[in-house]
């Protein structure tokens, strides 16, 4: 059961406080990881350390485009602005190809070149990556859970860009370990994993943002159906249709009632409604009412809209 917040007023002002918290430990990871990188000079701590830095500056772009979705609907804009979320998935996305490419090209000049710099390795740089990675370890689990708690596409993808720094890390890490035994060449190597992996957390992104901005349904239609035919009072449930999450999520269904009386249809349309909420984490449902006999012959229905 996923409680959710449906003010987006309230829900941007809590998704800019994880953002903020997270920024701080992101900046403390960058400077121990710059610093093992120095100290070692690897040029796979190196790059891990830059991608952690655009973890960072993912936090920043964050706050300011999580706090412009939050704006009321207006004229022009009458769902909102909550869109603009996922558009910070793409810049996110962007940010991680950008340093994919770039350490890449360094890596591949190195071994095209054969020239391997030694790394000079000691307790404190593996200390120092060992910190970070359970930093980010925490990072990853309070950031998911903040993004599924208040349905923030732009959390998730953060989240997944973290997770992505857990796995090159490691990597690093492992290297590391090789590189310990004099092994110059792997550090270039590990580089370039590095690369593949921060290209597939890029693509996880992507089709994060893609899904969110192509409205992708967001709760599986049978489930919808499923949970109003609990109620006696309705024989048939149509045009079922839902979008987005948390406080810009929408359901929208057609209940058909054994009944004319709407009074009673309202109230248990009112708790369907608080049910898909508690259960889906959906803020916004609009729930259509028709009499059986009515939607039998094709009279209008009559429309309940909650907001």
Not at 28 to 55: E, N, R, Y
Not at 99 to 125: D, F, H, K, Q
């Amino acid at each position: 059961m996923v409680a959710v917040n449906t003010h987006p007023a309230l829900t941007s002002v809590a998704v800019r406080r994880v953002l903020w918290t997270i920024l701080i430990a992101n900046l403390l990871v960058v400077v121990a990881k710059a610093v093992a990188g120095w100290l070692a000079g690897s040029l796979s701590v190196l790059s891990d350390a830059v991608h952690s830095l655009t973890d960072a500056a993912n936090n920043l772009i964050g706050v300011w485009l999580i706090r412009a979705a939050a704006k009321p609907p207006d004229p022009e804009h009458p769902y909102g602005h909550a869109k603009l979320e996922p558009l910070g998935a793409f810049i996110v996305a962007a940010l991680m190809g950008l340093m994919a490419y770039e350490i890449g090209r360094e890596a591949a000049l190195r071994l095209w070149s054969g020239s391997v710099s030694p790394v000079a390795l000691n307790p404190l740089t593996f200390a120092l990556l060992l910190g970070t990675l359970i930093v980010n370890l925490l990072v990853v689990a309070y950031e998911r859970r903040a993004g599924q708690q208040l349905g923030s596409s732009f959390l998730l993808a953060d989240a997944q860009h973290t997770l992505s720094d857990v796995y090159v890390t490691l990597g690093v890490l492992a290297g590391l370990g090789g590189m310990w035994f004099g092994w110059g060449w792997l550090d270039p190597i590990v580089a370039l994993v590095v690369v593949g992996v921060v290209g597939w957390g890029a693509y996880q992104v992507l089709l994060t943002a893609i899904s969110d901005l192509m409205d992708t349904a967001a709760v599986d239609s049978n489930a919808l159906i499923d949970l109003a035919r609990q109620h006696p009072d309705v024989v048939d449930v149509r045009q079922v249709r839902s979008r987005g999450r948390g406080a810009y999520g929408f359901a929208e269904l057609t209940l058909v009632f054994r009944h004319n009386d709407l009074h009673r249809a309202h109230t248990t349309s009112d708790l369907l409604e608080a049910q898909i909420r508690q259960v889906y984490a959906i803020a916004h449902v609009t729930i259509h009412l028709e009499p059986a006999e009515e939607a039998a012959s094709g009279a209008l229905s009559v429309e309940e809209t909650s907001r």
